[in-house]
C-alpha cells in the first residue's frame, strides 16, 4: 500500500501540512469556513514538529503491525478492507486512550471536537493523495508505494 | 490441520485474524462458555456509566466467526482436557478432539469466600452479563449506594461508572493506597483527591468482612475495622485470577498463570495459551508473569494462532500498561511507573493541585517506566523508548517536557520512528 513519507531535510516548518488537513476533516471543506466557523471543533492529524533548524511533520506510520490495532478494546481502530489504511472509525471510539498509550509515534490525538474519541490520520480515504502531501510546497511529504 | 480454540474474547480473536491472514485450510472450531456475541471486557465501565449502549460492547460484527470461516459452540463450557487423546471433554458432554489447541480462557474474579454472596445487589465487575446486571438494578431504582471492594483498576473504572450513574460510592482497598500496583504514592494521591472531590469515600487498609442482607438484598457490609456501611449493591473489584485449572489437571506446566514461551506455547507442544490464562513474558522485569490487560491478550492470541498454522512468529514480551480516567481526567501507568530505590533514577514534574504529574523512571541508561497524570499526549513515545530499550542517557531533560515529541528522543530512534518501516525492530 502507499504511505506517506517524511522528508525531514525538506520541512521548511511553514505548517501548510497541518492547515491542509484541517480543511480536509472538516465539513465545509473551506478554508476559510474551516478557520472561521468549525476551529474548535476540528483539528490536524498531522503535526510539525519543530527544533531549531530540524522540523518534520509527523502523522501515523501506518505501522505494518500497528500497536494501536491490537490494543484497542472497542474495535474502532481497524485496517480498512478497501484501502489498507489504519483508521479510527469515531462512532465506535470510546476515548480509553489505548491507542495513545501505544502508538510509538504520538501520532494518536485526543480529539478537541467535543467528543471523547481518539483522532488520527487516515490517509484522506476518500482523495487520491492525503491533503498534506498534496499541499507541501516542498516535497517534504510524499506519497509512495513503500514494501 | 484442526486447530480449537476455548474462549471468545481478545486472544481467541486474535489467533483467529491471525490464522485467517496465513491459512484459508486449517478447520478452526472455538468453545466459548459465554457467546455468540464477541464483545469487549474492558468497555463494561463505559456500558455501567452510560457513555455507551449495549451495542456498542461488540467488539467484531456478528459476522466475524462466519466470514473467518469458524465452527461455534457458545454456552459449552469446557472441563477437561486429554493431551495424550488431543481432545477436549465439554460439560455437555461432547468430546472434540484438535491437532493444536488454544486455552484463551482468561481469569475469573477473585471474590473472598463469605456468607451473602448470592443476595441480590451482590456482583462482580467482569463480563457483560455484570455489567447488564449492574445497569438493570440502577434502572430499577435499587441503587442509591454502592460500596466497591478493590482500589485497582477494576475497582477504579466500576467505581467511575457508578458515580456517572449518580451513585453514592464507597470504595475499599486492603493495600495502604489505591492503585499500588501502577502509581507510585503521589499518583495514587491525585487519583484518591480526583474521586473525594467527586463525592467517593475511599477506604484503604481495610475490606469487607460482613455481607449484612436485607431480606432477598444486601443491606450493607461490615469493614475489617468493624465499621458498619449500608449500601445496596457490592461490587467485589478485587482482581482476577488465571482459569489454570484446565491445564494443570491435563499435566500442562502452570505456574500462576499458564507458562508459556516466546512461542506462546505450554508445556505440552500442541497446547498454547494467551491473555489473561497466560504467564508470558514480560520485557520489563524480564521474567514471566501474568499481566491481564487487552493488548496483551489480542498480540499473544495473534503469535498464537500464527504459531499453531507453522508461521514462526516470536513474541518480543509484554509491557504492564493501562489507561484509566477518574473524574475526567486521565492517568496512564507503563511498565516500572512506581518503581523506587536502589538502582533507578527517578524523575518527576508534579502539579498536583491541578491533577498533572509525570514520573519517569530509569535503570541504568533506559527508561522503565512512566506515570502520567492529566496530560498523557504521546504517552506511546515512552512505551516505545521502553519496548526498544533505547538509552536515553542524554535525552532525559527534554523527555520530562510536557511537550513530549518525537523531538526528544535520541536522534537514530526517531529516525527509526519517523521512517516507519519495520518499527517492529
Redesign the interface.
Known amino acids: 500500500m502507499k504511505r506517506i513519507v517524511i522528508h525531514e531535510e525538506y520541512c521548511i516548518a511553514c505548517r501548510l501540512c497541518e492547515v491542509h488537513c484541517l480543511v480536509a476533516h472538516s465539513s465545509s471543506r473551506d478554508i476559510v469556513k474551516a478557520y472561521r466557523h468549525e476551529r474548535d471543533t476540528i483539528m490536524s492529524r498531522v503535526v510539525v514538529e519543530e527544533s531549531g533548524p530540524l522540523s518534520f511533520a509527523m502523522q501515523c506510520r501506518q505501522c505494518e503491525d500497528p500497536r494501536c490495532l491490537e490494543a484497542c478494546p472497542s474495535g474502532a481502530m481497524h485496517r480498512d478492507p478497501r484501502t489498507g489504511a489504519i483508521t479510527c472509525d469515531e462512532s465506535r471510539c470510546v476515548g480509553c486512550w489505548m491507542c495513545i498509550m501505544v502508538c510509538p509515534a504520538g501520532a494518536v490525538q485526543q480529539s478537541t471536537s467535543g467528543h471523547r474519541i481518539a483522532s488520527k490520520c487516515d490517509l484522506c480515504q476518500d482523495a487520491d493523495m492525503p491533503a498534506c502531501v498534496a499541499h507541501c510546497p516542498n516535497e517534504a511529504l510524499t506519497y509512495e508505494e513503500v514494501s | 490441520m484442526k486447530i480449537t480454540i476455548v474462549g471468545n474474547s481478545?486472544a481467541a480473536v486474535?489467533a483467529i485474524e491471525a490464522i485467517r491472514e496465513l491459512d484459508q485450510e486449517a478447520t478452526i472450531q472455538v468453545v466459548t462458555a459465554e457467546g455468540p456475541a464477541i464483545y469487549?471486557?474492558?468497555?463494561i465501565s463505559?456500558y455501567v456509566g452510560g457513555?455507551?449502549d449495549e451495542g456498542?460492547l461488540?467488539?467484531?460484527p456478528p459476522t466475524f466467526y462466519e466470514t473467518h470461516q469458524v465452527e461455534t459452540l457458545f454456552d459449552e463450557v469446557v472441563t477437561a482436557i486429554d493431551a495424550q487423546a488431543h481432545t477436549v471433554a465439554t460439560a455437555k458432554g461432547r468430546t472434540l478432539d484438535y491437532d493444536k489447541l488454544l486455552l484463551a480462557i482468561g481469569g475469573s474474579p477473585i471474590v473472598p469466600p463469605m456468607a451473602g454472596l448470592d443476595l441480590a445487589g451482590v456482583t462482580t465487575f467482569a463480563t457483560w452479563a455484570d455489567a447488564a446486571a449492574i445497569d438493570h438494578e440502577i434502572d430499577a431504582g435499587h441503587v442509591s449506594q454502592a460500596v466497591v471492594v478493590g482500589g485497582g483498576m477494576i475497582g477504579i473504572k466500576a467505581t467511575d461508572a457508578l458515580l456517572k450513574r449518580g451513585v453514592q460510592v464507597t470504595m475499599v482497598e486492603l493495600a495502604p493506597r489505591i492503585l499500588i500496583r501502577a502509581l507510585d504514592e503521589l499518583g495514587a494521591e491525585m487519583m484518591t483527591d480526583l474521586f473525594e472531590r467527586a463525592g467517593v469515600r475511599v477506604l484503604t487498609e481495610n475490606t469487607v468482612a460482613e455481607i449484612i442482607p436485607d431480606g432477598e438484598r444486601i443491606g450493607g457490609v461490615v469493614l475489617k475495622d468493624g465499621q458498619r456501611l449500608d449500601c445496596d449493591l457490592l461490587v467485589f473489584g478485587i482482581g482476577v485470577r488465571p482459569n489454570v485449572a484446565l491445564a494443570r489437571d491435563a499435566g500442562v506446566k502452570v505456574d500462576r498463570g499458564v507458562v508459556v514461551d516466546r512461542a506462546m506455547r505450554t508445556s505440552d507442544p500442541d497446547i498454547y495459551a494467551a491473555g489473561d490464562v497466560a504467564e508470558a513474558y514480560d520485557l520489563v522485569v524480564d521474567l514471566n508473569r501474568t499481566v491481564a490487560i487487552?493488548?496483551n491478550a489480542?498480540?499473544q492470541g495473534?503469535i498464537a494462532g500464527a504459531q499453531m498454522v507453522g508461521q514462526p512468529r516470536q513474541d518480543q514480551g509484554g509491557i504492564a500498561?493501562?489507561?484509566i480516567?477518574v473524574a475526567g481526567v486521565?492517568c496512564?501507568a507503563?511498565g516500572e511507573g512506581n518503581a523506587e530505590g536502589d538502582g533507578y533514577t527517578v524523575m518527576t514534574r508534579a502539579q498536583p493541585e491541578r491533577h498533572q504529574y509525570r514520573r519517569l523512571v530509569l535503570e541504568g541508561n533506559r527508561l522503565v517506566g512512566v506515570i502520567l497524570v492529566g496530560n498523557?499526549?504521546?504517552?506511546?513515545?515512552y512505551?516505545?523508548l521502553i519496548?526498544h530499550r533505547v538509552d536515553v542517557s542524554a535525552h532525559r531533560d527534554s523527555l520530562l517536557s510536557d511537550r513530549?515529541?518525537?523531538?526528544s528522543v535520541p536522534e537514530d530512534y526517531r529516525k527509526h520512528?519517523?521512517?516507519?518501516?519495520?518499527?517492529?525492530v
Open positions: 481478545a486474535g469487549s471486557r474492558p468497555l463505559h457513555e455507551i456498542h461488540a467488539y467484531r487487552w493488548p489480542y498480540r495473534a500498561m493501562n489507561a480516567e486521565p496512564v507503563i498523557i499526549s504521546r504517552a506511546g513515545i512505551t516505545g519496548r513530549l515529541s518525537l523531538l520512528v519517523v521512517r516507519g518501516q519495520g518499527i517492529e
